[in-house]
């Protein structure tokens, strides 16, 4: 299993919703501030995309995409003074929506959210950029995942909604995959340190064997190269030095196993995840969350296998 499942599965990628507009001239939406992701795809048409702080507008040609890492305040419109449908949330039409905004459509757009579960002291987006846009790319596996998706929303088939929240899941995958061979290992942060081959197989370890007792002087040991240089990439690449990369791993994993295992004990769990008392585990837990291990799993939940 490759980090990036690893990571994937401990988080937990919740696609919630999902909505489909198909607008007339001239067209204009602002999108209040959302606490996720926010995706869009220009289906049809072209227009702009304009952020919340941010000078001036970014166009956007049919078959585009665009992720909001931190849910920024945004605009997306038709041209650059168009008339705008203000304070739009995502969620107000419910799970999976078709919106028909005008009986003369000239532009479809597909919108969505990603969330996550349990993100806490690791998140996937916080080294993105506020706006990573994907140009279209014809017959690329996005390109071909974006014209199912838009499909399947139009078909009036059984658990269409549940469909449309499985492919967003890949759908996040294909951005993120698309944004690394776009920007290069180099200039793509934590998801370019996965592709690298120093770094990626640090990762691996890493993520596969948390509990083994692993210092900056083994894990170079373990990619073969010398201890300076290793410390030096991997903080360049995984933005943060290899110590504490680890240490977030380690209370990222515990807080899946606190709320999915409600049988194991919290000494169980230090262990698992690397620490050698539940004590230590403890303290470190709470200095990072702000809330022990038990109070933790109490707050939000488990339930017993």
């Not at 041209?79 to 479809?108: H, I, K, Y």
């Not at 295992?261 to 000494?267: E, T, Y």
């Amino acid at each position: 299993m490759d980090s990036l499942t690893h990571i994937l599965n401990t988080v937990r990628l919740k696609s919630s919703v999902y909505c489909r507009s198909e607008l007339g001239s001239p067209w204009g939406l602002h999108f209040a501030p959302c606490a996720c992701a926010v995706f869009h795809v220009l289906h049809r048409g072209n227009g702009y995309l304009r952020v919340e702080g941010a000078a001036g507008l970014s166009p956007l040609h049919e078959g585009d995409v665009v992720l909001l890492p931190g849910g920024d305040e945004h605009s997306i419109v038709e041209t650059p003074d168009a008339p705008l449908f203000r304070n739009l949330e995502l969620d107000q039409w419910g799970e999976c929506a078709l919106m028909r905004w005008s009986d003369a459509p000239t532009t479809v757009i597909l919108c969505g959210t990603f969330d996550f579960e349990h993100i806490g002291t690791y998140s996937l987006l916080k080294h993105l950029p506020r706006v990573v846009r994907i140009p279209h790319s014809e017959g690329s596996a996005l390109s071909s995942l974006l014209a199912l998706m838009a499909s399947e929303a139009e078909a009036a088939r059984p658990a269409r909604e549940l469909v449309l929240r499985r492919m967003a899941d890949v759908l996040f995958i294909q951005i993120m995959l698309r944004w690394v061979e776009l920007q290069g290992v180099e200039h793509s942060g934590w998801l370019g340190a996965l592709h690298d081959p120093l770094i990626g197989k640090a990762l691996d370890l890493i993520h596969t064997q948390p509990q083994h007792p692993w210092t900056v002087a083994s894990l170079a040991r373990a990619v073969a190269c010398s201890r300076s240089f290793f410390a030096a990439r991997f903080t360049a690449l995984a933005g943060a030095p290899p110590m504490e990369y680890l240490r977030r791993w380690r209370l990222q994993l515990a807080m899946r196993l606190l709320t999915d295992h409600a049988r194991a004990s919290a000494g169980e769990i230090a262990i698992r995840v690397g620490y050698r008392s539940e004590a230590a585990f403890s303290k470190a837990f709470k200095r990072e969350m702000g809330i022990a291990p038990g109070a933790y799993r109490k707050q939000y939940g488990a339930t017993p296998e």
